[in-house]
């Protein structure tokens, strides 16, 4: 079964500090996995995709396929980057796809 | 948790006929409903918000006589793509937000082809 898990729904951070926002999968295949990103009163956005490796606004999220991991990272948080986080895992070929609960990110000054 | 419920996973049909897809929230009341279509490079494209009982808004450049959304009940939201032309070949994903607590919650998608 497809499976996506983000075990934070709220996670608290001061400006400056490292961040990482956690997602563990399970999927019997090679997996897509992509972190989507809500901003407050905003529409849903892609932040990443793991097959580009690109850093979005300072994020990262690298997949580790022994631990079935796929967590987005950022070394020093802003308070911008407050919002809603969801990891998902994209299998468009057999029609299905498979968010995370999501992880509410906040940022303090 | 909260389960959101999309069928048809997939669904082919021909050029001209209508496709309907289903959105059910099956633990909690969807006080809001959103439809979205994935586009190349995985990202997602909000076609339209429905909230029980009224009429959708649609997103500009979503043709609404096209895509029907229909939000009837608390927990069911229907998209129906009307006279499908191939290039609405695509992947349908709603998702829906109960009226407490917070977050979306996501259908599996459905990967609709018209031929």
């Known amino acids: 079964a497809q499976r996506v898990t983000q075990p934070e729904k709220l996670l608290s951070v001061f400006k400056g500090a490292p961040v990482e926002l956690k997602c563990n999968y399970s999927?019997?295949?090679?997996?897509?996995l992509f972190w989507y990103v809500q901003y407050s009163r905003q529409r849903l956005q892609l932040l990443l995709r793991?097959?580009s490796r690109e850093s979005i606004k300072g994020f990262t999220a690298d997949l580790n396929k022994g631990e079935t991991s796929f967590h987005l990272k950022k070394p020093f948080a802003q308070e911008e980057d407050s919002a809603m986080y969801y990891c998902?895992?994209?299998?468009?070929?057999?029609?299905?796809?498979?968010f995370g609960d999501g992880t509410t990110l906040t940022v303090k000054p | 948790g909260a389960v959101v419920s999309q069928h048809p996973s997939r669904v082919i049909c021909k050029s001209g006929t209508s496709v309907k897809i289903e959105c059910r929230s099956l633990?909690?009341?969807?006080?809001?409903m959103f439809w979205y279509r994935q586009f190349p490079k995985q990202s997602l494209m909000l076609m339209a918000t429905?909230?029980?009982?009224?009429?959708?808004?649609?997103e500009q450049g979503v043709e609404k006589d096209k895509f029907l959304i229909n939000h009837a009940s608390l927990t069911l939201s229907t998209l129906t793509v009307t006279s499908a032309h191939p290039e609405d070949s695509s992947f349908y994903i709603c998702?829906?937000?109960?009226?407490?607590?917070?977050?979306?919650?996501f259908g599996s998608g459905t990967r609709l082809t018209v031929v």
């Open positions: 633990d909690f009341q969807a006080t809001t």
């Open positions: 999927y019997s295949g090679s997996p897509e």
């Open positions: 429905s909230n029980e009982g009224s009429k959708a808004t649609y």
């Open positions: 998902a895992l994209f299998n468009t070929n057999a029609g299905k796809s498979t």
């Open positions: 998702s829906a937000k109960g009226a407490q607590g917070y977050g979306y919650t």
């Open positions: 793991h097959i």
